[in-house]
Nanobody
Framework: QVQLVESGGGLVQAGGSLRLSCAAS????????MGWFRQAPGKEREFVAK????????HYADSVKVRFTISRDNAKNTVYLQMNSLKPEDTAVYYCTAAETLGSVDYWGQGTQVTVSS
């Protein structure tokens, strides 16, 4: 099992920045990749970004490319999501995820609220 704990959410004005952190514990050596999903009110949960554990390869949703950056610190078992130029439509609960194999999402964090005011 892998446990994930997010932090760093909050309220920010449009155009501002936030950095989310996700600390992993447990069987962290088994993870292939970690990433972020988000869910806005009344909408389905959607992929935001992910990064592979060993090679650091990243993938982003088109809606956040250029504005968001995912990074990792394997020594701390922590993944970060730097969010710049935030827009009201980025308002959502952000969930940290961990995958043990390519294409899977095996573990979820509890989520952290990000609210962007206009």
């Amino acid at each position: 099992q892998v446990q994930l704990v997010e932090s760093g959410g909050g309220l920010v004005q449009a155009g501002g920045s936030l950095r989310l952190s996700c600390a992993a514990s447990g069987r962290t050596w088994s993870t292939y990749a970690m990433g972020w999903f988000r869910q806005a009110p009344g909408k389905e949960r959607e992929f935001v970004a992910k990064i592979t554990r060993s090679s650091g390869i990243t993938h982003y949703a088109d809606s956040v490319k250029v504005r968001f950056t995912i990074s990792r610190d394997n020594a701390k078992n922590t993944v970060y999501l730097q969010m710049n130029s935030l827009k009201p439509e980025d308002t959502a609960v952000y969930y940290c995820t961990a995958a043990e194999t390519l294409g899977s999402v095996d573990y979820w964090g509890q989520g952290t609220q990000v609210t962007v005011s206009s």
